[in-house]
């Protein structure tokens, strides 16, 4: 019984840390004020330094999102706005809004991405 009631206890802590690995939405909230000048206005677009169509980011993968703004953390990604964005974020900061915007309804009427 004991045995039991620890591996029960192991294996909750175990889903805790995946959920949190995976990004806390309600963490995310505050982080998000920030991409929504951008990326929540349909058919948006940038115009520094040259002109970019902004894609909407509701629906897309957690794991995309998130490797974006590593890239963009890394300069594999030249936009000069999301480099010092990402730059501000931590690892954990970038899971919790790739969790956000991945549990949002995705706008296909405009996003480009679609």
């Given at each position: 019984m004991k045995k039991l009631l620890t591996m029960v206890v192991l294996g909750a802590a175990a889903t805790a840390a995946q959920a949190q690995d995976k990004g806390n939405v309600d963490a995310a909230k505050d982080k998000v004020a920030m991409c929504i000048g951008c990326h929540g206005i349909p058919g948006y677009r940038a115009s520094f330094p040259e002109v970019y169509q902004v894609p909407m980011l509701g629906g897309q993968s957690a794991k995309y999102i998130e490797n974006a703004l590593k890239s963009y953390q890394?300069?594999?990604?030249?936009?000069p706005t999301m480099r010092g964005i990402a730059d501000s974020l931590s690892d954990k900061d970038i899971a919790a809004v790739a969790a956000y915007y991945s549990q949002q309804k995705r706008d296909t009427q405009n996003n480009p991405l679609k």
């Open positions: 890394k300069g594999d990604r030249k936009h």
